[in-house]
C-alpha cells in the first residue's frame, strides 16, 4: 500500500512540476485587451511609500482594490520577494516597483509577463524614452510601465568647491582628497565606466552596464584609485545628507533628492549634471507572471500613471514622474516643483541618462556573451570597498 | 559522583525517589535543549551546509552541488576576503585589548577601594549606557567626531588644528572600545571582588610592595575574569556590521558587511554562508584557549 502511495505522490509531483512552467508559458501569450472588474485585493512589492496613503486611498475607494504592501528594502529583496514560493510572485504578488537594475532579472528568470500598454491610457504621454526602455521592454515586448526616475547628480558645496565642477572629473581627482563622497552600491561601477567611455575612447566602452572583462578591470582600476580620494561610501540618503551638511564632504554623487533636503535647510549646495552626461535609476511596475489579481493590477498601472497622480508620487517620495503632463500639478502642489525635478527640460535631457540596467552576460553592443554580469560587478565591489 | 554511590547503596524507596527526580529533571530540560538542538545548533548546521553550494547567476538559483569553490575564493590572496577578515580581527583585537586596560583599574577601584555608596554610583554609570539603544549611542559619536562636532568645536576654541576621525579606523576603535566597555568591566570586577583580602595582607607580610603583589597575586587571579570579558568584547566585535556602516571610513568593510552585502544585493547565500563560518572558527580557537586560561570560572 504505502509503495503504491508513495508512487502516486511522486507522479503527482512530477506532474505538478512540469505543469508549472508550461501554465507560465501559455500565460505569457495573449494580452488581455480589456480590463475586467477589480478583484477586490491587490498585493504590492513596492518601494516604501509607493503606494501612499495619500493616493492610494481614493484609488481602493474607487476600484474596491484593497492594497496589501509589502515594503522591499533593496533591488535584491524585491527579486527575492517574487522568486518566493515557486517564483513569478508565487501566486501572492501581483506587481512590483523594481527599479532598472532587478528588472532584467525578472525578466529573464521569468518572473514577470507581458503587459498591454494599450491598457493603460498614460503611457502614450510618457516622455518618449519611457514608453520601451531597454530596462522592462525586451525585444519589443513590454513587461510593464515607468513610473518615475531620477538622475545621479553630482553634488557640492557651493562655498567651498570653487569653480563650479562641470565633469565627474572632480570626484576621480585629488583637488577634494578626503572630501568626497559615493554611494555604497555596486551599480556605481557604471558611473566609472560612463566617465572612462567619455575620457578614454581606447577602452572601447559602448554602454557602461555592458563592459567586457578588460573595461570592467578599468572601471574597477579607476575606483581603487577614487577609494583613497574618499572621506567614505554612503548608505543612505539620510547619511549623505548629513555629512554635506556636517562639512564632513564638500562634493559627490547622489540624487536631487538630498540637493532639495539640503537647499532646503539652507545648506550652500548645489547639484550639476556634468558634462559626461551621468547615470540615473528609473522604477517599473512589473506584473507578476503567477499575479492572483490581474485587473486589479492593470488598474492601478492605469490609475498611478495619471498626471495628478504622477506629481504627488513625486513629491512624496522626491523623483521625477515619466509624464510630463504631471508638471502643471506639481507647479499646484508645490512653486518651481517641476523645474526642482527636471520635469521641464527637454525630452532629449532624460535621453542623455543612462538609465541602470542589471548588466547581464549579453551584450547588447556587440552581439556576444562575454560581457560581464551583476554577480561579477557585485564581486568588483567588494574587491574595491573592501 | 559521592550522590550516586549513596544511591545505590539507599533502600528502594531513595531509588524510586531519585526516578522521579531525574524524570522532573528530564521535564524540566527538555524544551530548552531541544531548543537549543534545532533553533541554534540547527542553524549553525544550515549554515554549514549551504556553505558548500553554490548560487546559479543567472537564474539567481540555488545549486545543490557540493563545492569548496566558495572556501577557496574566501582564501585566495588576490581576492579582499582574507584582508577583510584580518581587519576584522584586527580591531576586535585591539578593542579587548583597550577595554582590558581601561576597565582594570576602574573594576579594581569598585571592588577594593570604593565604599558602597560610590561602588553603587559606579554600577550605575558603568550599566546606563546599556539602557539606551546601540544605535543611538553610535550616533552620537558620530555628532561628536564629524567635522563640526565637538571634538573640532572644542580644539577650535583652544587654537588648535581640527582633527579628522570621523570616518576612519580610528573612529571604530573609539566606538566599539566605548560601546563594548561594560562587558568587560562586570567579569573583571567580579573577579578582583573575589580575591580574599587575606592573600593581599599575606601577600604584605611577607615583604612584597604594591607593584609586586599585583604583579604577583592579583593579575593572575584576575585573569580568568579579564579572559572572560574578552569573549565577549572580541566577540561582539567581530559580528558586528551596523559600527562599520556608520562610522567606518572607505576601507573599513568587516565580515558582516561582506555577508550583508552578499546576501543583500545578490542574493549569493552560499558564499555569505562560507564567509559566516570564519568568524565561527576563529571564536571556536578563542573559546579553547579561553577555556584553558580558566575564563569559563570566572563566567
Redesign the interface.
Known sequence: MTRINRAHVLIAAVAVALCVPAAGVSSGHGLPTTIGKGEGSLNLIEWAAYSDPSFAKPFERQTGCKIHRKDA?????M??LM?SGGGGGGGQYDLVSASGDASL?LI??GDVQPVNVKLIPSWKDFLPNFRSPAHNTVKGVHYGVSVQWGPNTLIYNTKKVKPAPTSWGAIYSSKYK?KITVPN??IQIADAALYLMKTKPSLGIKDPYELTKPQLDAAVKLLKQQ??L????W?SATDEI?DFK???VVIGAGWPYQTLQLQAAKAPISETIPKESTTGWADTWMLAKRAPHPNCAYLWMKYVTQPSVEAKQALVFGETPVNPKACSFMNKAQKGSCADYHLNEPASYSKTIFFWKTP??QCGWQKSSDCM????W?QA???I?? | MAVDVTAVAAGPRTRRARLRLSLKATGLLTPPVAAFLLVYVGALVVLFVSSLWTVDSFTGKLVHHWTLSNFRQIFDTGQPYLRIAGRTMGIAAAVTLTDAVLAFPLGYFMARIAGGRARAVLFVMVLLPLWASYLVRIYAWRTILAHDGAINWTLGGLGLPDQNIAYTNWAMWIVFSYVWLPFMVLPVYAALERIPDSYIEASADMGARGLRTLRSVILPLALPGVIAGSIFTFSLTLGDFITPLLVGGPSSSFIGNVVYSFIGINANIPFAAAFAVIPVLIMGVYLTIARRLGAFEAL
Request: no cysteine.
Open positions: 528594502g533593496s533591488s535584491n529583496e527579486v527575492a522568486r532579472r529573464y528568470g578626503g552600491n555596486p577609494k583613497g574618499l572621506k567614505r561610501y548608505n548629513a556636517n562639512g564632513d547581464i552576460a554580469d551583476y554577480n561579477a557585485q565591489w567588494t574587491q570597498t573592501g
